[in-house]
């Protein structure tokens, strides 16, 4: 494991759930299917009420992970409970909890409120309750107004709000979502996300969501766990996941980064100085780390860290001349691809406070790219 800037004690970010109780432990679980690992050996806690997310490429096991907890795969060795309750032989539909489909799975010939009430009717509850659950359900999603429509007449975002009033509405412990809006449009998914947030909150209901997208899950999320190959690299709450990753994995997988490579030359126990760097001058770390002198180490530098401008920076340390290669405007920020001397690409990311930057930059201006010594984390692997 590598070696990092001290992360804050406390939840940078979002809900602080460091207080609840161990709700899902997850204990040594490993599955394979013909040989492939798809989960290995992995142990995890989620506590109750948080919204815990899995974040992951393609095959990286989450999916797998979140239907052996729906109980419709079944883990090879390793213990799974649920509420202090050994889940090994539970079937599904015995278990507290509910899973949302990425599909979404509405019956097309029913109305929004017998979609809602189609679990409760299974399950016997008297027509009654049924009525005043789906109600309250449907007023919790703001879909009240379409109980009659059948889901061809729905737009994406509220045929995904049926489906997960559908899934609330059994009352479960905790609530499984694989992908729920990978359906949705970017800004009807951002809107979505919020909407998510708000509902959660209301009904304190653990929710555990799988997803590839790092918005979706930096959102979303109190908690995020980085799965790749089966296994879980990384769990922390979103801003310290991203400010202070584990090692270049995490640090290239969770959003933009720039990564530099050097030697220890100097190592002081207030800071590292690394020295023969690919950014081609001294890389200045401003906090200790156990190292070992002419050792290999990475610095991880975010793009909205580091500085671009036409003067030389007063301190040679952490900077370096290069050419403006990209330019790509994105509304409120302003993505910059530089070419160093050294033959490096680096990319910077500057916020648009003012229409025009004063320093008029543009395409095949020699700049000078910089970041301040907090600015970067240190890597061992």
């Given at each position: 494991?590598?070696?990092?800037?001290?992360?804050?004690?406390?939840?940078?970010?979002?809900?602080?759930?460091?207080?609840?109780?161990?709700?899902?432990?997850?204990?040594?679980?490993?599955?394979?299917?013909?040989?492939?690992?798809?989960?290995?050996?992995?142990?995890?806690?989620?506590?109750?009420?948080?919204?815990?997310?899995?974040?992951?490429?393609?095959?990286?096991?989450?999916?797998?992970?979140?239907?052996?907890?729906?109980?419709?795969?079944?883990?090879?060795?390793?213990?799974?409970?649920?509420?202090?309750?050994?889940?090994?032989?539970?079937?599904?539909?015995?278990?507290?909890?509910?899973?949302?489909?990425?599909?979404?799975?509405?019956?097309?010939?029913?109305?929004?409120?017998?979609?809602?009430?189609?679990?409760?009717?299974?399950?016997?509850?008297?027509?009654?309750?049924?009525?005043?659950?789906?109600?309250?359900?449907?007023?919790?999603?703001?879909?009240?107004?379409?109980?009659?429509?059948?889901?061809?007449?729905?737009?994406?975002?509220?045929?995904?709000?049926?489906?997960?009033?559908?899934?609330?509405?059994?009352?479960?412990?905790?609530?499984?979502?694989?992908?729920?809006?990978?359906?949705?449009?970017?800004?009807?998914?951002?809107?979505?996300?919020?909407?998510?947030?708000?509902?959660?909150?209301?009904?304190?209901?653990?929710?555990?969501?799988?997803?590839?997208?790092?918005?979706?899950?930096?959102?979303?999320?109190?908690?995020?766990?980085?799965?790749?190959?089966?296994?879980?690299?990384?769990?922390?709450?979103?801003?310290?996941?991203?400010?202070?990753?584990?090692?270049?994995?995490?640090?290239?997988?969770?959003?933009?980064?720039?990564?530099?490579?050097?030697?220890?030359?100097?190592?002081?126990?207030?800071?590292?100085?690394?020295?023969?760097?690919?950014?081609?001058?001294?890389?200045?770390?401003?906090?200790?780390?156990?190292?070992?002198?002419?050792?290999?180490?990475?610095?991880?530098?975010?793009?909205?860290?580091?500085?671009?401008?036409?003067?030389?920076?007063?301190?040679?340390?952490?900077?370096a001349q290069g050419v403006i290669e990209d330019i790509a405007y994105l509304g409120g920020l302003t993505?910059?691809?530089?070419?160093?001397?050294?033959?490096?690409?680096?990319?910077?990311?500057?916020?648009?406070?003012?229409?025009?930057?004063?320093?008029?930059?543009?395409?095949?201006?020699?700049?000078?790219?910089?970041?301040?010594?907090?600015?970067?984390?240190?890597?061992?692997?």
């Amino acid at each position: 494991m590598s070696q990092t800037a001290a992360a804050p004690a406390a939840a940078a970010a979002g809900r602080d759930r460091a207080d609840g109780r161990p709700f899902i432990r997850i204990s040594g679980v490993t599955k394979t299917f013909s040989g492939f690992v798809a989960v290995n050996d992995l142990t995890l806690e989620v506590r109750e009420g948080e919204i815990f997310c899995l974040l992951g490429g393609s095959g990286s096991g989450k999916s797998t992970l979140l239907r052996m907890l729906a109980g419709f795969e079944t883990p090879d060795r390793g213990r799974i409970e649920i509420d202090g309750q050994d889940m090994t032989g539970v079937p599904p539909w015995a278990r507290p909890v509910n899973m949302m489909f990425q599909s979404y799975a509405l019956f097309p010939h029913m109305s929004v409120a017998r979609n809602v009430e189609y679990g409760l009717r299974q399950d016997g509850v008297p027509r009654a309750e049924r009525a005043e659950r789906v109600a309250r359900m449907l007023e919790l999603v703001k879909l009240t107004p379409f109980a009659d429509r059948k889901p061809a007449q729905l737009s994406g975002g509220q045929r995904q709000r049926v489906a997960l009033a559908r899934a609330l509405v059994k009352r479960p412990k905790a609530l499984l979502l694989d992908e729920p809006l990978s359906a949705l449009d970017k800004k009807l998914r951002e809107e979505t996300q919020f909407e998510l947030l708000d509902i959660q909150e209301k009904l304190g209901t653990t929710f555990i969501v799988v997803t590839h997208d790092q918005e979706e899950a930096m959102t979303l999320g109190d908690r995020i766990g980085v799965m790749d190959a089966g296994e879980l690299i990384q769990v922390d709450a979103p801003r310290d996941l991203y400010e202070y990753p584990r090692n270049r994995f995490i640090a290239e997988f969770v959003g933009s980064v720039n990564i530099f490579e050097g030697r220890v030359v100097e190592d002081e126990a207030d800071h590292v100085l690394l020295g023969d760097t690919d950014l081609g001058a001294e890389i200045f770390i401003h906090h200790g780390l156990s190292c070992q002198m002419g050792q290999t180490l990475w610095v991880a530098v975010r793009p909205e860290k580091m500085r671009l401008t036409a003067a030389r920076p007063d301190d040679a340390r952490n900077a370096a001349q290069g050419v403006i290669e990209d330019i790509a405007y994105l509304g409120g920020l302003t993505h910059y691809r530089v070419r160093l001397d050294g033959g490096k690409t680096v990319r910077v990311t500057r916020a648009n406070v003012e229409r025009r930057h004063a320093d008029g930059l543009t395409w095949n201006d020699r700049a000078w790219i910089s970041w301040p010594p907090e600015a970067g984390v240190a890597l061992t692997s």
